[in-house]
């Protein structure tokens, strides 16, 4: 049988997760004491539920009275409620650069990884050498550990991911954890034509706005703006930590949007689904108590948890759930160990990994090269599967980030705004 070709395209997307107005604004979500009703709470304040988080007292609840901020002021002052928050709706969103990568990657040569054929350029890129991983694989691959990302799901047909992912779940439409899920039928055969058509492997595009509108040529077509997010993260962890288990959780539509309510459901799901690490490659500016105490909950499971600094290229303060100081919050590097120009920095920051011409896997069995500290994370979480795998004592993964290599003195002006410097997985594993 031929092999299958593989393409690759280049994409620069820089994902970070902004607030939006929401047309559920009477939406809010309520964590009740132990012991107390939500019976007399629903009586007193004339709530309704609309769902409960499994084994918690957490409710996304529904106000019909006009003045929402009044009873959520009320509740917030009532003896009985622990929490109450208005449930705040976010998405992805993504900019561009353009770039020239004909002359950079081979995007023709496949190689064997770990029972799959995969791009070699994706298997032996300069990242991974970068931060060790391809010679620490003789003592750790991450295998036995599963590893949880809150995303936009997954290619669950990708040739690279198939074997080592999980059934996961979806907090969007409660079908699957596939990206295509969730595309209506028109657009996922426009998609699919439009993959199929790109026959020459030497053929590089410059995304200018995400990959589904160049996919579609650049055209009118609505097309959904994150597709492919969630299966290049996933592929980021797979090059790192190539045996581990990996978990989609789709907490975010097509369209990159979700609400905060969704994103603690994400955590809570994955804790019920046995996960090791979280990965969270998305941040916001709107806190949420709800979702700190969620991860909170997560970290006292012995449970690692990593997200993005965030790609404004600012202090990374007051980007959540990053700057929880509960998490490890990571920024980016390019290949020469010096800050992301887009990356944010900053006392939140734990530690930093590459996120730069980062490839990795795209829906349609491709690969895409890719920008943003969603992508830098990843690097980290697959890291901490790798350390979890072989060094059960340590539940969080610590070494990573407490080993990592210092680059102050490679960005002047940035000394102690990037955290303990880049992982190094040699370091972490205290091997030669």
């Given amino acids: 049988m031929k092999a299958r070709r593989a393409t690759l395209f280049c994409i620069i997307i820089l994902f970070l997760a902004a607030p939006h107005s929401s047309s559920r604004g009477k939406n809010l979500i309520l964590s009740l004491k132990d012991g107390q009703s939500f019976e007399t709470i629903e009586r007193n304040y004339a709530i309704r539920k609309i769902r409960l988080l499994p084994n918690t007292q957490t409710f996304l609840v529904g106000v019909d009275?006009?003045?929402?901020?009044?009873?959520?002021?009320?509740?917030?002052?009532?003896a009985s409620v622990a929490g109450a928050e208005e449930d705040t709706g976010f998405s992805l969103n993504s900019t561009t650069a353009p770039v020239d990568l004909t002359s950079l990657v081979d995007a023709q040569t496949m190689t064997t990884f770990y029972g799959t054929n995969v791009l070699r350029a994706y298997a032996d890129q300069p990242a991974l050498d970068l931060i060790r991983a391809s010679r620490v694989r003789g003592i750790s691959t991450g295998a036995a550990i599963k590893v949880?990302?809150?995303?936009?799901?997954?290619?669950?047909?990708?040739?690279?991911?198939?074997?080592?992912?999980?059934?996961g779940v979806d907090l969007v439409a409660n079908r699957t954890s596939s990206e295509w899920d969730g595309l209506t039928q028109s657009m996922a055969s426009l998609l699919d034509q439009s993959m199929a058509s790109l026959l020459d492997p030497r053929f590089f595009f410059i995304l200018d706005q995400n990959l589904a509108s160049l996919l579609n040529g650049g055209g009118s077509t609505a097309a959904p703006p994150a597709f492919g997010h969630g299966t290049m993260v996933a592929g980021v962890i797979h090059a790192v930590a190539p045996e581990a288990r990996l978990i989609p959780i789709k907490a975010f539509d097509v369209y990159g949007s979700t609400t905060t309510f969704t994103v603690v459901q994400a955590v809570n799901q994955a804790v019920a689904l046995g996960a090791d690490v979280i990965n969270m490659s998305f941040s916001t500016t709107q806190s949420s108590d709800a979702l700190k105490h969620a991860i909170d909950a997560a970290k006292n499971r012995g449970i690692s948890v990593v997200a993005s600094a965030g790609n404004d290229a600012r202090d990374a303060v007051g980007y959540y759930p990053g700057a929880y100081g509960n998490i490890w919050g990571?920024?980016?590097?390019?290949?020469?160990?010096?800050?992301?120009?887009?990356?944010?920095?900053?006392?939140?920051?734990?530690?930093?990994?590459?996120?730069?011409?980062?490839?990795?896997?795209?829906?349609?069995?491709?690969?895409?090269?890719?920008?943003g500290t969603s992508f830098s994370a990843p690097m980290v979480t697959g890291a901490i599967a790798v350390v979890k795998s072989v060094r059960p004592g340590q539940k969080d993964g610590q070494s990573v980030v407490t080993e990592a290599d210092k680059i102050d003195q490679l960005n002047p002006g940035f000394g102690?705004?990037?955290g303990h410097g880049r992982i190094n997985l040699q370091s972490a594993l205290n091997v030669k």
Avoid: C, E, M
């Fill in 65 to 78: 009275d006009p003045d929402t901020r009044t009873i959520l002021t009320r509740l917030q002052n009532d």
């Fill in 148 to 167: 949880a990302y809150i995303d936009t799901g997954v290619d669950p047909f990708h040739p690279a991911l198939q074997p080592w992912l999980d059934p």
């Fill in 330 to 371: 990571v920024a980016a590097t390019d290949q020469n160990d010096r800050l992301a120009s887009f990356s944010n920095y900053g006392g939140h920051v734990a530690v930093t990994a590459p996120g730069t011409f980062i490839i990795s896997t795209a829906p349609g069995g491709r690969y895409a090269a890719a920008w």
């Fill in 416 to 418: 102690g705004k990037l």
